[in-house]
């Protein structure tokens, strides 16, 4: 009997669980038996957050897999790492980005819950950890980037996991609207 298969979707900045990308997602895998998909809404401290990712892969007894997008990217690529699991991460925040992230210091209002928040300077520096210098298993990654990102340089993505598998594709924007026809690719990545 094949062993079942948790899927940990992590959002962007200022996104929730109710994201385009968790939605398809979660449409895509209703009839699977084997894959359960978990979609937290994320806490937007990015230490509370990466702390809340955790306490689902600790209180899971099957195995874990980390989808992310942007700033899920790079939380996913964080503790795939630290706990040797696969991520496949979305146009993702990587180290060389988080520098120019600076100025997301001050107020935010969530897209999808209206929640108003502070971004504050220890978030901001917090997130500074997250920046992996360098990937202890390249390969449990793999990395979607279109090139087209107008939020976040793809030069920056590309050459970060250089070492990972990695599809990159001419065109496209950050929100990587052609998600859908990806995800047979992502389940082959994850078996």
Avoid: W
């Amino acid at each position: 009997m094949e062993e079942q298969l948790k899927i940990i979707y992590l959002h962007g900045f200022n996104s929730s669980a109710e994201s385009k990308k968790s939605k398809i997602l979660d449409s895509y895998l209703k009839e699977e038996k084997l894959i359960k998909l978990e979609s937290p809404n994320l806490n937007t401290s990015p230490s509370r957050a990466i702390s809340q990712i955790e306490k689902i892969i600790n209180e899971c007894s099957n195995r874990v897999c980390l989808v992310g997008s942007s700033l899920g990217g790079l939380y996913a690529t964080f503790v795939a790492d630290k706990h040797n699991l696969r991520s496949v991460t979305i146009n993702p925040v990587v180290r060389n980005h988080i520098s120019g992230m600076k100025d997301l210091i001050g107020s935010h209002k969530n897209f999808h819950t209206d929640e108003e928040y502070e971004f504050t300077m220890q978030d901001y520096l917090d997130l500074q950890k997250l920046g992996l210098k360098e990937l202890k298993n390249p390969l449990n990654h793999f990395c979607l980037i279109k090139m087209s990102d107008e939020v976040l340089d793809h030069n920056k993505t590309f050459t970060y996991f250089s070492k990972s598998y990695l599809l990159s594709e001419k065109g496209g924007n950050h929100s990587y609207d052609d998600f859908f026809e990806k995800i047979p690719l992502i389940l082959d990545y994850m078996y």
